[in-house]
């Protein structure tokens, strides 16, 4: 990362999901890093993209507002707007584009489209006095709600899907095995509390083969669904009896898969520098077995602070002043995609 630049405040916003966001950037360094979840899908058990992308038009002008005056920054002030592109839900993508379009013509300053799984990424590189950059080359394992990849970045802007999960993510695989045991959404963290005190070894579930170093989740989740009613039609109270275990069972599961591709993209890279982000990197199973790595194998971890690491803006305003640098810049012409790859 240059070191001498000129100063650049980047205003940036994400909006691929269910969480409006806008960030603040002077250069490098966060200013403001603002985010208004909706709580609206909870009630539905998942995020709905209609009301998403209606939650996304109410929340985007206070959201980018509070951004702005957090920073200390005047509009006036900024260099350039980056949103994210995609991958994501279109209806929602397209509100955050939409406002950064509109707000970079106004202005007459330069708009910046981002790949939502490249900040995801490139969010290790945000000024943080107590963490350590990763250096390249490294491997970068983006777990969350929406993604489950595993990638080798070999530079900021040169990076390769090693493997990517083909059906669910594993974010997913924790909220619907949390729904199939009652739990509200997203059920992820939930499992993670209620493990804490379980037996990860009570239970056993087959884990999916898979080629390379693709995922699946879908098939655990059936496998979870089909064992929880054989057990209920044996005892109706076997969840509430065994929450505990259920819970440590499914968690330890659903790591063991995760690893199991980790380790041999490791092994066959000979890279053992491992950077983890996306909210499924809260999960404290998967950070024990990431330092546990750390200490007996060598591997050096990199794990953002948590704002940085659920989806944000500030990591689409990271991405976006690596383009500013090149004068990576996108014109009006440009529009969101569902699916985008790196
Ligand atoms: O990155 P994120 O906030 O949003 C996207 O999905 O992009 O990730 C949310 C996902 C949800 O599936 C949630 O259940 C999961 O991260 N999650 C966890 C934990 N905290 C959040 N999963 C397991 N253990 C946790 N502690
Ligand atoms: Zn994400």
Known sequence: MPDREPTVYILAIESSCD???AAVLQNATVL?????DQKIHQAFGGVVPELASRAHQQNIVPVVHQAL???G???NQLHA???TKGPGLLGSLLVGMSFAKSLSQALKIPLIEVNHMQGHILAHFIDDKNKIKPTFP???LTVSGGHTQLIRVDDYFNMTVLGQSKDDAVGEA???SAKLLGLPYPGGPLIDKYAQTGNPYRFTFTKPKMDGFDYSFSGIKTAILNFIHKEKVKNPDFIEENLADICASIQHTLIEILFDKLVLAVQQTG???VAVGGGVSANSALRRKLEAYSKDKNWTIYIPDFEYTTDNAAMIGIVGYLKFLKNDFTDESISSTAKYPL
């Open 19 to 21: 969480d409006t966001a």
């Open 271 to 273: 890279i053992t520098k």
């Open 32 to 36: 403001s890093n603002v985010v208004a």
């Open 73 to 75: 920054i005047d509009k």
């Open 69 to 71: 005056a957090q920073a």
């Open 174 to 176: 924790f909220d619907k």
């Open 138 to 140: 490294f491997l970068a």
């Open 81 to 83: 707007i980056a949103f």
